[in-house]
């Protein structure tokens, strides 16, 4: 079946076959390998995008059902070669070690950021409880989301100020 | 090594690799694309224990879509029981190759018995319908009591009990005994005024890595096979290929990818066997990947345990006598790290009578590997609940109670071996004077718990190169996969003795055919034994450059002085990346080699101190706050140091209070993420660290391996904590709301009062 | 001479001693005379193809050998060769 979907801001059109998960056709049909498979069924969040803004376990969506879709993967949070907040402030933190789960942090993290601007340290754990990540504790990760959000808070002030 | 004040050692640059990790760039194991690449699907035993009686692939052979099938028959016949060591342990070649696949006889559930190739994933499932197998099922051994029993079903019947006295005259399910005594245990129990003896369960549980097992392999005509691999240790898994395959080490490159966790998980080579079979008979790259119920049913988890402890102490507190049964399951195959459980558990403490005995027996659940300071958390949890009884019945403080008993550089581990430079005091001190130890608790069912932890750690060999660049930089190809951020601290080694920016350094990891020999990342050796490989490269090349500054000093060799980073003579001086600028003008390129072996120990001590609150409804249990603490000799790069404690401890957490393989009849019920229970950010806080410094023996800067101490701790520490809240022992992993809350309901009945109400904290 | 240490477990093999001086600058003649001075030793630490039993961890002044040098580890004429069950890591 033909798919169309904006892809990381770009237009594309690709093929799918009724069974295929977004995961299985965004890293072997689009080679966008970023975003990883951890489980299959849901329960670690290493395949997290974003879908029309929202944060979504891309093996649990059927490709076909990204036609007329709007989806951001890892491949698309930095602009160019400059790395959006949350991933300097992981960077910064430390919030990553073997870095697989990395991407689904990432992109849920960026979903919350877009919901909640400036979240409680609860509400960074909430969100991110359906990403496992095995090498970090969390620690870091959280520092790092707060970091990051601070940062932002930070700029769109600055904005607010020049504007 | 005697500076304590260093310019780069001790500071958190971003590590070289992250720009790659965090857009998502970077190659990991099931990244791997190549032209003409097959897809490998395994089709596993749905019996814990079985004769193969027949495969028929004829059907699938037949089908159009599948260009290949690979079964047991496909792989060299090895007659010898020869062992090999794998890096972490040694295993017979035999088992090795079963657990890649199995032939004539299954062993546990989710063994490999056949495999297909086709050209797609979705085409690789369909076509494992069309293998036909015919099991005769056998009796199946579910644990370890049901596995020692005098009339237990065997489950390989050429195998004795090995120990250091001989084998056994009968076949049995214990595959070896390991003991260890000292002084005299019943005399020292005569002396105790105090007497704790418990016994405690674990059970199963999974390293747990988000990664699962991947790899593509594509056989060249010429006989030589190139592997891409998620491991911990690409020549571990280059020479078992070629023990399985029966050819030279040569013959076989693997390379690695980064590695999406291993925690002692990955130096087997689960599916790569598979697909090299596969690619031999097509010509083509063949990728295997597991899915995460394969990965949880037929890669190799951490062991299930019963753990007889007695412990005796005068009322002073000093310890007379221990005396501990230790039966570790192995899974289908030998090979639990019993051995080492037993002298961890009681590694910390002085203790003149001894008689500890390790049983390693095999079951019908998939063969354990190594897990983080393997055997250590299970005998942990064992020790450290027993010497907190102790401590309490003689009413004394935890710590102090442990500080009068702590061993010192110089006293002997139960095996004999001596300690050189230890930290465990420090850490003791550590855990005493931190604000946590004394803040206040409030809330209702709430308690405060402390355990400690020991890992020797590593030395092992490792092998680097630097080489250099006409802008200055310098390369640094080192052969360490890097699970915990270990490229960084490398490059900081250079950075820091070369006297240049970090930014300057480029660490690579190489592959087999690259570099020279490497012992694999895991033991807690990397940043102790590479990092000596890179300071003595280091060493080698400020020599030769003191040569070439020279030259463009215009004074004589020996004259040449070299500190911080600038080589001065005769008034003049010139900084190391000139000088590495312009070695073309200066006599040519040349490499720098640093290797690194025969070390001794630099060991680990560390400590877990927590806050929980316990819902006695429910037995849930919260943590509230948690400080990790660990001798680190030196800490590198405090942030992956500190993630090292943090995420051993919450690895240490699932273990203690919800991670399980829940068994029935050799059958895993909970092979997902769902039903095993691993910590999510919403089970855990902040895990405050405290990295203590004590220097090691031997290595730069004091330096001592860290990866694994942080694991052996926690659920102790959660134990003791649950006992100040709710007043119960728990002598049972996980210790999950059912049971935990089974133990405040019995303790209330037994006390003939109701279950304590009211909300926990 | 270097001294060997005994486990438990193979004292009765030494003639029940826990400790013995031994001769030899490689590994493999301190073991050599050992065995040859305790002959009941010989099968329970080394394999059939003389190379160290699997089950035994060896460590010459603290540091474990079987998985570097092996047999042909050097030993110092005051080094201390510890023999012990095996260990494991990860």
Known sequence: MKVQAKVNGIELEFLAEPRQTLLEVLREELRLTGTKEGCSNGNCGACTIIMNGRPVNSCLILAVQADGQEIQTIEGLASGTALHPLQQAFLEEAALQCGFCTPGFLMASKALLGKIPEPTEDEVRHHLAGNLCRCTGYDKIVRAVMKAAERMRAARAEEEVSA | MAKTEYRVIGTRPIRPDGYGKVTGRDQYAADVILPGMLYAKILRSPHPHAIIKKIDVSKALAHPSVLAVCTGEDFPHISSSAKIDTGEESIDARHMTALAMA????????QAVAAVACASFAEAEEALKLIEVEYEPLPVVDDIEAAMREDAPLIHGDMYTVSLSGSGSRPSNIASHVSYEGGDVEAGFAEADVIVEREFRTRMVHQG???PQSATVWAHPDGRMTVWTSTQGAWQIRSQMATIFQVPVGRIRVIPMEIGGGFGGKFTPYVAPVAAVLSRKTGRPVKATMKRSEVFQATGPGSAAIIRVKMGAKKDGTLVAAKAF???????????????????????YKIPNFKIDGYDVVTNHPRVKAYRAPGGTPVGMAVETVIDELAERLGMDPIDFRMKNAVEPGDRMINEVQYNSIGFKQVLEAVKSHPHYSAPLEGQHVGRGVACGFWPNGGGTSTVHLSFNGDGTVNLIEGSTDIGGSRASMAMIVAEELGIDVEDVRPFVADTDTLGYNDGTGGSRVTYSTGVAVYRACQDAIQKLKARAAVLLEVDEGSVEFSDGVFRAGGKE??????????????????????????????????????????????????KRWTQFQDVGKAIHPSYAEGQLQGGAVQGIGWGLSEEYVFRDGHMLNPSFLDYRMPTALDVPMIDTVLIEVPASDGPYGVRGVGEASIVPPPAALANAIYRAVGVRMTELPMSPERVWRAVAAKAAAEGGEVAHGKAG | MARVVIPGAMRAAAGGQAVVEVEGSRLKQVIENLCRRHPDLRPLILDEDGSLHHHLAVFVDGVEVRAGAGLFAEVESDSEVILAPALSGG
């Open chain 2, 326 to 348: 230790l039966a570790y399951d192995a899974g289908a195959f030998p090979g639990s790290p019993v051995g080492s459980a037993c002298v961890i558990g009681f590694s910390p």
């Open chain 2, 574 to 623: 010139i900084r190391t990346k000139e000088v590495i600028a312009k070695l073309n003008k200066t006599g040519g390129p040349f490499e720098s080699v640093g290797v690194s072996g025969r070390l001794g120990r630099a060991p680990s001590f560390s400590a877990s101190l927590v806050d929980v609150a316990v819902d006695p409804e429910t037995g849930k249990v919260q943590i």
């Open chain 2, 103 to 110: 032939a004539g006889k299954v062993v546990y559930k989710g």
């Open chain 2, 209 to 211: 890595y988000i990664e």
